[in-house]
């Protein structure tokens, strides 16, 4: 056969698997109000990126009817590309076919980009709408699901790698997103639960829509298992792009830098502080007041609001911003976020992210439901995690710095290399007003006029510690600054740790509190 019909061929080959699942099912998938995989793939990427491998994989399943059905790709496209020119290893499962339900050849392409990804060295974007196990392979879909968690895991901390629910992501299969750095979910299209409503209905005679088990604002506002909500899938792929821009394409590596901008000038950084430490105020119009044209791309806003988390940029140079947030109980640490910090912590370390943390809290959060929930287990995760941090770690306290939430939020004692205060910043053990109910208790108490005496305890205890002046005599803080004085000081203090060295102690890992 001469060459010409050979190319004709394979364009008809290629034709037929541009096909995905038939009419039919794209209609359908159309109807709930989806793209289908290949569209999601080309409004990712950067136009005309997007290189497939595998399109001819078929499955290899004979039983329950499977012998000689055609599932094109097997529920799966795989493939490479970039986003503003950087690389990325993507799949995306085809519901159109099978309802993109997991087979052993649809494993063995998911995992075939995986080790690309990982052997490239470059981030991984998998694009989740799928049936779950395909219930005719049997066992062989347990091992595909086995062998992409073992990947997920031996990525971790290498590569970054990015979770997209657009669809059914159900059973053992939402384990792959929760081993992955983030998860995306778009509002009426994300469905993510270990068991449906069905299961739950017969087990617990529970009722419950698939939506309000397991839908997107579900997982963005309660359980904390998605990073980024989006209203349509096109935004979510404008949110999957930004973040591209401020991480880098593996551990080895910095974030890409960037041309650096001033903050914008309506974010005036001395008028977003009270004075009264318990009035509340936005902690991110401060970060806004110091970033690179004040720009703040916020993780996980919705859930732990008390600490907000995100990227920004310092000169160019891509930080993570921890900052408790007193607009939300007052900003305290609780079981979330000290998970929600924690985690964010890591990432940045293991991703050479240098990290700025703003400290304006009461301390942890106190209470039964807190001490049952575990805080105790939870809390220590956040201690862990910045202790064991290498990055470059930058402290700014604003107001208050009370008790364990003062140590915990990247003290000099857990080796953040650079500490400053504001003079606002009050470090103490506790608030003035309980610090002097219990240690002048007696004197308040046998006092002629008690309720003076407790004013007068109160203010003589706000003289001497609530200020950042005895922290600043022990050394535990570098300077006292003026906010106005902080980006620059950041500026600085990044410059300068550019070249940090801080070696550990050889371990093979280490037991952090879970
Ligand atoms: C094989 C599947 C499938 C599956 C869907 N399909 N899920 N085929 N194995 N797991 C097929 C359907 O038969 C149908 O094929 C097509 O995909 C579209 O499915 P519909 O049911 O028509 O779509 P819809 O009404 O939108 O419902 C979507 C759904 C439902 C809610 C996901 O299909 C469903 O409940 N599927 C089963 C989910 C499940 O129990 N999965 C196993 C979970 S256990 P045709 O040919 O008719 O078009 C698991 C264990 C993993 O995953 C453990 C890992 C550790």
Redesign the pocket.
Known sequence: MPLKNKIEELKKRKEEVLQGGGEQ?VAKQVAMGKLTARERIIALLDEDSFNEYDMFVEHDARDFGMDGKVLHGDGVIIGTGTIFGAPVAIYAQDFTV??G?LGSMHARKITKIMDYALRMRIPLIGINDS??????EGVNS?AG??EIFWRNTLSSGIIPQISVILG?C????V?SPALTDFVFVVDKISKMFIT?PEVIKSVLGEEISQEDLGGAKVHAQITGNAHFYAESEYECFEQIKKLITYIPWNNTRKARRFEPKEPKVNFNIEDIVPGDPKEPYDVRDVIRAIADDSDFFEIQEKWAANIVIGFGRLNGETVGFVANQPLVMAGVLDVDSSDKAARFVRYCDAFNIPLVTLVDLPGYLPGIDQEHAGVIRHGAKLLYAYSEATVPKMTVILRKAYGGGYIAMSSRHLRADFVFAWPSAEIAVMGPEGAANIIFRKEISEAPDPEAMRRQKVEEYKEKFANPYVAAAKGYIDTVIEPAETRKLLLHALEVSSTKVADRPFKKHGIPPF
């Open positions: 099912a099978a309802g339900s049936g779950g196990a395909r219930i005719q347990l699901y086995g059914p159900a059973g053992g299969a384990y449906g």
